[in-house]
């Protein structure tokens, strides 16, 4: 059983930049691949970003590529989102998730993940 915990979101300006952490209980953090995903109100979720086990991998959405940056500590148990230059369109509440995904590495897709946490809100005013 793996909990999270998500913090760092907020009101920002377009422009701006937001640190989201993802902080994990349990011993097992680094057997799992770390998602981050958003949904705006009347969207469906939406695959952010993805980090392998031992973080040699990362997988972006393309709308993302260049401003964010996840990467994850394992000796903190924790997983990093760093957003930059956001968009009004980046509003939404952003979730972490974790998965055993084994030999796959990462994956954008959603039913991947077996742990998820309750979502921080971060909202882009132009």
């Known amino acids: 059983q793996v909990q999270l915990v998500e913090s760092g979101g907020g009101s920002v300006q377009a422009g701006g930049s937001l640190r989201l952490s993802c902080a994990a209980s349990g011993r097992t953090f680094s057997s799992y691949a770390m998602g981050w995903f958003r949904q705006a109100p009347g969207k469906e979720r939406e695959f952010v970003a993805a980090?392998?086990?031992?973080?040699?991998?990362?997988y972006y959405l393309n709308s993302v590529k260049g401003r964010f940056t996840i990467s994850r500590d394992n000796a903190k148990n924790t997983v990093y989102l760093q957003m930059n230059s956001l968009k009004p369109e980046d509003t939404a509440v952003y979730y972490c998730?974790?998965?055993?995904?084994?030999?796959?590495?990462?994956?954008?897709?959603?039913?991947?993940?077996?742990?998820w946490g309750q979502g921080t809100q971060v909202t882009v005013s132009s």
């Open positions: 998730a974790a998965g055993d995904l084994g030999g796959l590495g990462y994956s954008p897709h959603w039913d991947s993940y077996d742990y």
């Open positions: 980090i392998s086990r031992s973080a040699a991998g990362t």
